[in-house]
Each structure stands twice: as structure tokens, then as C-alpha cells.
């Protein structure tokens, strides 16, 4: 029964909590019902907590261009947006000593969502309602946002993620190791670097570092299109 600006309609908002016994994480979904013919929803902030932690007293872990990234007592705002390489996995966790909290958006259909997380102040999941221009338009949670307990360090997190993440479609295949789509190739590397050079010196760097390390060689070349 939220109002609107000069508008005689309202706004619903329902959220559902569900924390099984014994499970490692509760599930937070919210449903927006909008009656407003003038009205669209844009967007929703969800969930929006505040309270935990304090600025430089904790650890954060971020999956980032796919290898990942550990702040130290982080003491300032840190956020994300996906699904890029600036965030490609839908959580992050926080730690300080042995305990650790886990912040999943568990998504199948890998909608669009930010994270903010500002330790000592505030976190929070942002996603982009469908429709947005339409008046009267609405929102459900494409899936649950998921905050569980992550003691440890944050390999722990990232293992819960992906119990989650391997019964999701787009990981049917299962894991990589056992992926007949994946070229063994490519299993097998040993280093993976980027390198954006002109196409000779690129393979000379690629055959010198296969060389140094001794081991198989990948290689990500930007700026191909140049040369």
C-alpha cells in the first residue's frame, strides 16, 4: 500500500524469507506489484543491508575477469556489475578472521544486477525490472538472493556458489574436467596470459614463455584486429 507521487494508486512490495533447518544459507526473494497507470518500476534494490562489519575490518572477495580478486581490509565502496568481466559470477563474500558471510544472487537466467558493498555502512543487490518503461509494470526476483554463513576463507564461499551453479543450465555439460565440448588442449594448460602485441612479436613472446615455465601455453591476444 505504498503511495505514489500524484497518483491515486499504490505500490506492493512482499518479501518471503526461507531458512531450512541445517542448510547453509537462507533464500530472500521479493515480489512488487505496481497498480499505477502513470507509474513504471525501473529497478530494485534488494536486499538492502546494513550494520555488519565496519570499514577496514574485513576481507572481500570478488570473482573478477574470472580469476578473482582479494581486497584486505577494505575500507571503502566496492561494486560490480553483471554478467562481465568485471563480475561473472553472482556473489561475493566477506571475511574477518575464520568467520566469513556469503552474498549470492542465485539467477538461472543470469539477469542483469549490480553489486554495492560499502563495509560498516550498507550492501546490496540492484536488478533491472522487465518492462521498465511500461506503466504498471512489476518485478519478481529471477531468483533468490542467498546469505549464508562462509567460515574459512573464501574458498569456502566459492564452493558454495558452485553446488549451486553446476544443476544450472548453462553448466549441464558438468565440470570443465569432464567436458567433452572442452579441447583437452585447453584442459591441460598450465599459464594463461594476455598479450595485445603485433602478430610476430606475439608469437615470440608466446614461444618464450612456453620455454621459461616449461609447461603449455595459452594465450588471449587483444588487439588482434590491429595487425
Not at 503511495?3 to 537462507?26: C, K, M, N, Y
Amino acid at each position: 500500500g505504498s503511495a505514489l507521487p500524484d497518483d491515486t494508486q499504490t505500490l506492493d512490495a512482499t518479501v518471503r524469507v526461507r531458512l531450512e533447518p541445517g542448510a547453509d544459507r537462507a533464500y530472500w526473494w521479493i515480489e512488487v506489484s505496481n497498480h499505477s497507470a502513470r507509474w513504471s518500476l525501473s529497478e530494485v534494490f534488494f536486499p538492502l543491508l546494513t550494520g555488519f562489519s565496519r570499514s577496514g575490518a574485513c576481507d572481500v572477495a570478488v570473482p573478477r575477469s574470472n580469476w578473482g580478486r582479494l581486497s584486505k581490509n577494505v575500507a571503502g565502496a566496492l561494486g560490480g556489475w553483471y554478467p562481465s568481466c568485471d563480475w561473472p559470477m553472482q556473489f561475493v563474500s566477506l571475511h574477518e578472521g575464520d568467520a566469513g558471510l556469503y552474498l549470492g544472487y542465485e539467477a538461472p537466467r543470469a539477469f542483469t544486477k549490480w553489486f554495492y558493498l560499502d563495509p560498516g555502512r550498507e550492501f546490496y543487490f540492484r536488478t533491472i525490472a522487465e518492462d521498465a518503461t511500461r506503466p504498471g509494470n512489476g518485478f519478481t526476483s529471477p531468483g533468490p538472493a542467498a546469505i549464508g554463513l562462509a567460515p574459512g576463507n573464501w574458498w569456502s564461499a566459492a564452493k558454495m556458489y558452485r553446488t549451486w551453479a553446476l544443476r544450472q543450465q548453462w553448466a549441464s555439460e558438468g565440470p570443465l574436467t569432464t567436458r567433452q565440448s572442452t579441447p583437452e588442449a585447453c584442459k591441460n594448460l598450465g599459464l594463461w596470459y594476455c598479450d595485445g602485441t603485433d602478430s610476430t612479436t606475439v608469437i615470440d613472446n608466446m614461444r618464450r614463455a612456453q620455454d621459461f615455465y616449461g609447461v603449455p601455453v595459452g594465450m588471449h591476444w587483444y588487439s588482434w584486429h590491429r595487425w
